[in-house]
């Protein structure tokens, strides 16, 4: 198993004006045998983090160390950092057992020992049997289970993972995603997984580490990212839009439109932003931290439902089970409960 190390690293793309700034100085460290997802939105850099750890590309500036060693120096097929990328890329003029087998067959390998390791890595995705097939034979899952065996037949030291499963209906992608994390933790490889999509990064990872305009701004646990963002446009991203300013004095913060008692907080009292996730508010009264409001807005959404309410001009969205049912212009309570309340810097407001 194999630790990965990015330090500062900087990457720039020609451009009509010059260039254009991808990575600012991104730094990261994965852990030998974690699999971890690095999540973002478009163009924050993702992909391009990845071609660098192959070598692929090269960087402006910074470092790449697999187990403390820099690899910058080593060609792509010297790293042992394998990528499967979002479109499965199959040779559609072999079969499944020479789309596995080319990696080998480029290392020389023995056909005996071709053979033997082609046949295990088909039947570690779950597709023995296989060898005689041609891509257009298969379906979307099965072509990127045979890009997965490819990757995983050269037994690599890193499998680096571009948005695998963005090109799969919902159900196939639960699936597969699930066999990906099985396969992971039963082989051990030190993996990092590319997707924008917060609920696959959070089910699928060990940690996560988010990145934004070409840096990671946070790194951590899933949940993490739901209860204690470390600014505003992580909160946001994860879904979280009651962000609003206050004042914080001790164990109490002071918002336009209520005070409302905290648990404790490493932040000083003064300005601050405060969150609080919407399936975290509670309807009715339940002692301090209860607060009138007025729907504005409900809407079902199957397994939940989504409420609006106007808290002393303030809209705050809740989230509640699909039985509670509410009319805007119904007046209501909402209880806050204060270990729920999470403290943010001011300057993350930007």
């Not at 990575?23 to 699999?35: A, I, K």
């Not at 696959?200 to 580490?209: F, H, P, S």
């Not at 932003?273 to 919407?278: H, K, N, Q, S, V």
């Not at 209880?335 to 001011?346: D, G, K, N, S, T």
């Amino acid at each position: 198993m194999t630790s990965l190390t990015l330090t500062r690293l900087t990457k720039d793309f020609p451009s009509r004006n010059g260039s254009t700034p991808v990575l600012r100085e991104m730094s990261l460290r994965v852990e030998s045998g974690e699999l971890m997802a690095l999540l973002g939105p478009s163009g924050c850099g993702k992909t391009t983090t990845l071609r660098l750890i192959a070598g692929l590309l090269d960087p402006a500036s910074g470092g790449i160390a697999f187990d403390g060693e820099s690899v910058l120096c080593l060609p792509p097929e010297k790293r042992g950092a394998v990528m499967v990328f979002q479109g499965h890329l199959l040779f559609p003029f072999m079969s499944v057992a020479d789309n596995v087998a080319f990696g080998l067959k480029m290392r020389g390998l023995e056909r005996a020992e071709i053979r033997r390791r082609v046949a295990e890595a088909l039947a570690l995705v779950r597709l023995p049997n296989f060898e005689h097939r041609w891509a257009d034979e298969l379906s979307g899952g099965q072509r990127q289970r045979v890009a997965l065996a490819r990757a995983l037949v050269v037994r690599p030291k890193l499998l680096l993972l571009d948005e695998p499963l963005s090109n799969l209906d919902p159900e196939l992608r639960e699936e597969l995603r699930s066999e990906i994390v099985a396969l992971q933790k039963q082989l051990g490889i030190t993996t990092l997984f590319v997707t924008h999509d917060q609920a696959e990064a959070v089910a699928a990872a060990d940690r996560v580490a988010l990145m934004m305009d070409g840096a990671v701004v946070q790194m951590g646990r899933p949940q993490d990212f739901y209860e204690r963002p470390a600014e505003a446009r992580v909160a946001r991203f994860f879904g979280n839009l009651n962000i609003f300013p206050a004042r914080k004095r001790g164990d109490v913060i002071e918002a336009g439109w209520g005070a409302l008692s905290i648990a404790a907080s490493a932040l000083p009292d003064g300005p601050v932003l405060a969150t609080i996730r919407p399936e975290a508010v509670q309807f009715g009264s339940n002692g301090a931290n209860t607060l009138a409001g007025q729907v504005a807005a409900w809407t079902y959404q199957g397994e939940s439902a989504r409420c609006r309410v106007v808290v002393g001009g303030f809209p705050l969205e809740v989230t509640s089970p699909p039985y509670v049912t509410c009319c805007p212009g119904d007046s209501i309570l909402l209880h806050f409960p204060r270990e729920r309340i999470w403290l943010m810097p001011v300057e993350s407001a930007e």
